[in-house]
T-cell receptor
Framework: DVKVTQSSRYLVKRTGEKVFLECVQD?????MFWYRQDPGLGLRLIYF???????EKGDIPEGYSVSREKKERFSLILESASTNQTSMYLC??????????????FGPGTRLTVL | SQQGEEDPQALSIQEGENATMNCSYK?????LQWYRQNSGRGLVHLIL?????REKHSGRLRVTLDTSKKSSSLLITASRAADTASYFC????????FGTGTRLLVSP
């Protein structure tokens, strides 16, 4: 089974802190994604990566950056955390099937609170 | 850019009853997927239906797709308390766009 792990289930940070959220997948997937999930807004894509050292902005990249130095690891960075970044953060990975739809495999999520 | 909208937003039923959730989307699709999310957890893929399919079954799940109406439905038959979760439809290929979800509560 595909396993996607996230470094923390719960995280509490102060405004202005630099925050790292780590995601690791064990199935050699090319694609990795970071979403945030807020009540009433569903899942919104922050950043995604199709390959090592490659990244593309999603729908809401402002205030975030990412790093993918190794294929299995995709990090989300909040350069200076703000209270409006309090949210559930979900990482996912998928294996690209040319011309087809990829099934995404999700980690358990990190609930981040910024005080 | 939300593609899918689920309806209803919340659904409460008794064990043994059937649960039907609907998803509408805006643009043409190749496939549509349904995912489940247990409270406070990540999403789990349930089923994928291709644009040339009208109906697909997997265990107690039945998914229909009407591309002319740009809509899909997920039916869970003989619901169990363990089916309590949020259900999302998703469209797209490599980059998926998720709807806002239906919260299903199945009471014993």
């Amino acid at each position: 089974d595909v396993k996607v792990t996230q470094s923390s289930r719960y995280l509490v940070k102060r405004t202005g802190e630099k925050v790292f959220l780590e995601c690791v997948q064990d199935m050699d997937h090319e694609n990795m994604f970071w979403y945030r999930q807020d009540p009433g807004l569903g899942l919104r894509l922050i950043y995604f990566s199709y390959d090592v050292k490659m990244k593309e902005k999603g729908d809401i990249p402002e205030g975030y950056s990412v790093s993918r130095e190794k294929k299995e690891r995709f990090s989300l960075i909040l350069e200076s955390a703000s209270t409006n970044q309090t949210s559930m953060y979900l990482c996912a990975s998928s294996y690209p099937l040319a011309g087809a739809t990829d099934t995404q495999y999700f980690g358990p999520g990190t609930r981040l609170t910024v005080l | 850019s939300q593609q899918g909208e689920e309806d209803p937003q919340a659904l409460s039923i008794q064990e043994g009853e059937n649960a039907t959730m609907n998803c509408s989307y805006k643009t043409s699709i190749n496939n549509l997927q349904w995912y489940r999310q247990n409270s406070g957890r990540g999403l789990v893929h349930l089923i994928l239906i291709r644009s040339n399919e009208r109906e697909k079954h997997s265990g107690r799940l039945r998914v229909t797709l009407d591309t002319s109406k740009k809509s899909s439905s997920l039916l869970i038959t003989a619901s169990r308390a363990a089916d309590t979760a949020s259900y999302f439809c998703a469209t797209g290929t490599q980059k998926l766009v998720f709807g806002t979800g239906t919260r299903l509560l199945v009471s014993p």
